[in-house]
């Protein structure tokens, strides 16, 4: 059964074999590229989240009557272990000391700071987090 296409429709094609293939790598590396940003971004708010949080219960732990002050870092360092990885604890360090606030009361103060991992592990720890939590100390 002879094609019922006629010669001249063929003619303008020959030159696009193969660009399905390389037009799909183009944008293939693209969403890649993306999805991994979005998927860092998210988890890099997760991870400050937890810190943060992690810094504000230290923060109330050390605040307690009867409790040194000193204690806060340690309690702060401690949940991040258990919510994250070690892997994250390596780069976070918390500490805790008091201050004495504008109207004169005693703040419990838990820093954590340092850098969390990206997942190009290669790349290692380039994203820097800081977290601050004051709370008023008891018993005053």
Request: hydrophobic share 45%; charged share 15%.
């Amino acid at each position: 059964m002879p094609s019922t296409r006629s010669p001249a429709s063929n003619h303008g094609r020959e030159g696009e074999r193969g660009s399905a293939i390389v037009e799909f790598s183009m944008v293939a590396v693209l969403l890649s590229a993306l999805f991994f940003v979005v998927l860092q971004v998210g988890i890099y708010l997760y991870q400050r989240s937890v810190i943060s949080s992690s810094a504000l219960a230290g923060a109330r732990f050390a605040a307690n009557a009867n409790v040194d002050t000193t204690a806060g870092g340690p309690r702060a360092a401690e949940l991040i272990s258990d919510a994250l990885s070690d892997g994250v604890l390596d780069g976070v360090s918390c500490t805790a000391t008091e201050e004495v606030g504008a109207d004169g009361l005693v703040l419990v103060v838990v820093e954590c700071s340092g850098s969390v991992p990206s997942i190009v592990s290669a790349l290692g720890p380039l994203l820097p987090i800081d977290a601050t939590a004051r709370v008023i100390e008891e018993g005053q």
